[in-house]
């Protein structure tokens, strides 16, 4: 398979996310499409693709069969296509998406950022296959994804996916300050790891709530 480009990444990495995160509203129009092109939160680089420059990666993307378009409705609607024609499972499907849409990440802050998409048990069974899809085999297509060596001053190495190509390892460590770097590394896992607890403690509050109805207790 090619390389794929920037917005080509981006828009097969939208049709994953929104299939786990929007069910009911997938597959995707082109207008929903082209939003999740260009959130502003959870993307990164941040985007502003117009719709005909999504509608020109999503047709590539057919034409490389990582998409299709659904029949039976008025309104074109696309949805991804990736495990099946790579032949990847699920969970690295998941972690690829994850790469696509928010850069270079921590194991760490995959599995706190991936767990909309797919739940894994811990951080070695997300390095488990992210092991996976370095050491692919060339029968299979090569590696997808590469590990960074660690930047000065970071408690964690970052990995990234090579689905748009190789990727110049020594300029993204150079071009990183390191304080800004482990920063923005631990606070984006914070971050995602506190939204988990918020929408626990949500579920227990519910859970909580009900049993006092079901029991006739006040409280």
């Not at 299709?68 to 008025?74: I, M, N, P, Q, T």
């Not at 790469?99 to 894994?120: C, I, V, Y």
Request: charged residues 25%; glycine residues 6%.
């Amino acid at each position: 398979m090619r390389e794929l480009s920037l917005l080509e990444a981006r828009v097969l990495g939208v049709l994953i996310e929104k299939a786990h995160t929007v069910p009911d509203s997938y597959p995707l129009s082109l207008n929903s499409l082209v939003a999740g092109c260009n959130q502003k939160t959870a993307r990164d680089p941040v985007l502003n693709a117009t719709d005909a420059e999504v509608q020109v990666a999503v047709d590539a993307l057919k034409g490389l069969n990582l998409a299709f378009e659904s029949s039976g409705s008025r309104v074109s609607r696309y949805e991804h296509n990736m495990g099946r024609v790579m032949g990847l499972p699920s969970q690295s499907v998941a972690v690829l998406a994850l790469l696509m849409l928010r850069g270079p990440q921590t194991s760490a802050e995959l599995r706190a950022n991936t767990e909309r998409l797919h739940r894994f048990a811990d951080v070695s069974s997300v390095e488990g296959f992210l092991d996976e899809l370095a050491e692919r085999s060339a029968e299979k297509g090569g590696p997808l994804v590469v590990k960074l060596p660690r930047a000065p001053g970071a408690r964690e190495s970052r990995w990234m996916h090579l689905l748009c190509g190789a990727i110049d390892v020594s300029q993204m460590i150079s071009s990183a300050a390191p304080e800004d770097f482990v920063a923005a590394s631990e606070l984006a896992a914070l971050k995602a790891n506190q939204d988990r607890l918020m929408r626990e403690v949500e579920d227990l509050r519910a859970l909580v709530e009900r049993l006092y109805t079901e029991l006739g207790v006040s409280r």
